[in-house]
């Protein structure tokens, strides 16, 4: 009936109408497909953050993706605060500060020397410096597994095998390669002018560097900021091969806390653990995700 | 304030020469306009003289010092770029006052060097701005200020003006020139339009392809082109350059193609003989239309088109086969499709050998 009505009024509006109709169905198919793709893939995050809020009594009787029943931390303070991990149990916190003292230096010091090359790189001849360049580049694309032997003889060298500033070198050596292809690739799309006049004026090395091009380079300084972050912080391969015992990333610990335990498996329990190593990393990407994509496009747009 | 001598400067990247022995020389306070086409190696020149870019081979003098091996801030030099290359995360301010903050001068005397040149170029009022607030010709302003707030030896202004529209550029071309006039600078500036050169320089260097052509005063460079690549490059409309052979006894000029016969110009007699090919640089405005009585040797031509500019007509007419550009003043009985007589002005008329193209 309904239907009847409507094809009646368009009829009585005329073609317009008939456009209008097309136009309303053409949104309602996008949006529909939009959240459609939204839904799946929200659901695991979704179904995580309810079960890690479940009590396994909860869990086993009921629907893997419905609302918690009766909310509870308890899940989530047991694996910061007791649950054992290994031998020890002191939960996860010690390890999520083990990320942090791994993640924060490893991540200035990337982004710093990387700043630093890509200037040198995009302003400075010297002899051989394209090799160079190409090598820094040819860095990029070596897998992780390949270092793992090398890099492990260089830490014993220095003495800071099984160490976190060990961890801290490993992360920085290899997240230079990008930090300096990222600030590279920016700065040759500053006008070569401004750096002529900035030596005509009397700058410097570090007077060109560190007043007319590190102001205006922040979208890449949050590119490589948050690339590293998140590339550090979700790294497992180096911190379960370089880090030992108490010094062990909080990756590392998840999965030990989750493969030892015993008995029943405390899905709550694992989720929320999942929830805590991963909260790190979406916080950084909803506070500064919309700098990493106008970063990302900030060389394109400029020409 | 200085002088600037340029001595047989060479320049090559690998196998390719950019800049082939170039010499000028200017005295204090002169304004040197280099102008040629695109690639013809101004630009480098300028950049070599500011210390960017390294020469081959040659020395650049700066008050009779040689300035080989010193650093751009060393060479008290200050350049006015194409892009304005103004600092974007600084005020206008700060831009100025960069150079003189590098060279550690104490902040109240920078800041009233820093107003006092605002001043001088009414953007006072921009002082706390950003580059990215500005408008074209305000930019230009603030790119002009940074370089007059280091009173330096020598001025170099890379082809500032052709980022702006054409009134603004007429505007800034004259103040340009009065800021020389008031501050008795020596100027060394880069162009390819021939109006800012003639407009602007008291000395002219034309180059093409890395070769100094022609250095001079504006009239030499126009009055007296040394080859028909500077007499067709300068001036607009360009001179007219007819095909033509020596005869009668070194007395006369036969235009080929033509049917016409010219009396040799007296500034050239010398330097010919009969059967000689020539050709015959005529600028436009030194055809005229004949009178009945004129004592003038005349040209017969049929008019083409006609071009009111306002002032002047140009008027593209062909004698015979041969293509005459000629300016008239507005008013000028003329009409296109019909026969009209030139008076030929030969007393500036140019002689240029046919195969060398150099002026005889």
């Known amino acids: 009936m309904s239907l009847r009505l409507d094809a009646e009024s368009a009829a009585m509006l005329g073609p317009g109408a008939d456009l209008r109709i097309s136009r309303i169905l053409g949104r309602v198919f996008i949006y529909g497909c939009l959240i459609i793709l939204a839904a799946a893939f929200l659901a695991p995050l979704i179904s995580m953050l309810f079960t890690s809020l479940k009590s396994m009594d909860e869990i086993r009787s009921g629907n893997i993706l419905s609302f918690p029943q009766a909310i509870t931390f308890e899940a989530w303070q047991h694996v910061w605060g007791s649950a054992c991990i290994g031998v020890t149990c002191g939960g ?55 270092v793992l032997i090398p890099m492990a003889g260089l830490l014993g060298q220095l003495k800071l095998a099984g160490t976190i500033p060990g ?29 002529k006049a900035a030596r005509i004026d009397g700058a410097g090395f570090w007077a060109v560097f560190l007043r007319i091009l590190l102001p205006i380079s922040w979208p890449i300084v ?14 497992f391969l180096f911190g379960v091969s370089f880090a030992a ?18 008995g029943t498996k405390a899905y709550n329990e694992d989720m929320a653990a ?30 | 304030m200085a002088n600037l001598a340029i001595n047989h400067i060479n320049k090559r990247f690998g ?12 005295e204090d306070g002169e304004f040197l306009v280099l102008v040629g086409p695109s690639g013809c190696g101004k630009s480098t020149l300028l950049s070599i003289i500011a210390g960017l870019d390294d020469h081959t081979s040659g020395s650049i003098t700066i008050d009779g010092k040689s ?20 600092y974007p995360a600084m005020t206008v301010e700060q831009n100025i006052g960069f150079s003189l903050e590098m060279s550690k001068m104490p902040k109240s005397e920078r800041l009233e060097r820093v107003g006092k040149v605002a001043d001088l170029l009414q953007i006072r009022h921009l002082l706390k701005r950003r580059p990215g607030q500005l408008s074209g010709g305000q930019r230009q302003r603030v790119a002009m200020g940074r370089a007059l707030v280091r009173e330096p030896k020598i001025f170099l202004f890379d082809e500032p003006l052709s980022n702006l529209d054409a009134k603004l550029r007429v505007e800034m071309r004259t103040e340009i020139k009065k800021l020389h006039q008031r501050l008795g600078a020596t100027i060394v500036y880069v162009t390819h339009d021939q109006i800012e050169a003639m407009t602007m320089a008291t000395r002219i260097a034309v180059m093409k392809d890395g070769i100094l052509q022609q250095f001079g005063t504006p009239e030499d460079i126009y009055d007296r082109p040394a080859n028909v690549f500077v007499a067709t490059f300068m001036g607009s409309p360009p001179m007219n350059l007819l095909p033509a052979v020596v005869v009668d006894g070194s007395q006369n000029l036969s235009i080929r193609g033509a049917d016409a016969i010219l009396p040799l110009p007296s500034l050239a007699a010398a330097g010919v003989t009969e059967g000689k090919e020539v050709l015959l640089g005529l600028r436009p405005e030194w055809l005229s239309l004949a009178s009945a009585d004129t004592t003038n040797p005349t040209l017969d031509v049929y008019v083409e088109v006609v071009e009111p500019t306002g002032p002047d007509i140009f008027v593209a007419s062909k004698s015979g086969e041969r293509d005459i550009m000629a300016r008239l003043p507005t008013g000028s009985q003329i009409r296109v499709g019909e026969k009209a007589r030139f008076s030929v002005d030969l007393s500036k008329a140019v002689l240029f050998d046919a195969e060398t193209g150099a002026a005889i």
């Open chain 1, 167 to 195: 961890l801290v070198l490993v992360h920085v050596v290899y997240g230079i390669c990008f930090t300096t292809m990222f600030f590279r690739n920016y700065f040759v799309t500053v006008p070569a002018e401004i750096f």
């Open chain 1, 92 to 146: 996860l916190k010690g390890y999520f500060g083990n990320s942090f003292l791994i993640v924060v230096p490893a991540t200035l010091l990337s982004v710093g020397f990387g700043a630093l090359n890509g200037y040198i790189f995009a302003n400075w001849r010297f002899k051989g410096d394209n090799i160079l360049f190409g090598l820094i580049l040819f860095g990029c694309f070596i897998p992780l597994q390949i």
């Open chain 1, 245 to 262: 015992g108490s010094s062990q990333p909080v990756t590392v610990a998840l999965n030990n806390l989750v493969n030892t335990s015993t």
């Open chain 2, 67 to 86: 300035v080989q091996g010193l650093e751009p801030k060393e060479r008290d030099i200050a350049m006015v770029f194409q892009s304005y290359a103004l």
């Open chain 1, 274 to 303: 999942a929830m805590i190593a991963a909260l790190p990393t979406i916080i950084i990407y909803v506070a500064a995700g919309r700098y990493f994509l106008r970063g990302l496009m900030a060389g394109a747009v400029k020409g």
């Open chain 1, 222 to 235: 949050m590119v490589s900021i948050i690339w590293q972050f998140t590339g550090v912080w979700n790294d």
């Open chain 2, 15 to 26: 196998s390719l020469t950019v800049l082939k022995d170039i010499n000028i020389a200017i």
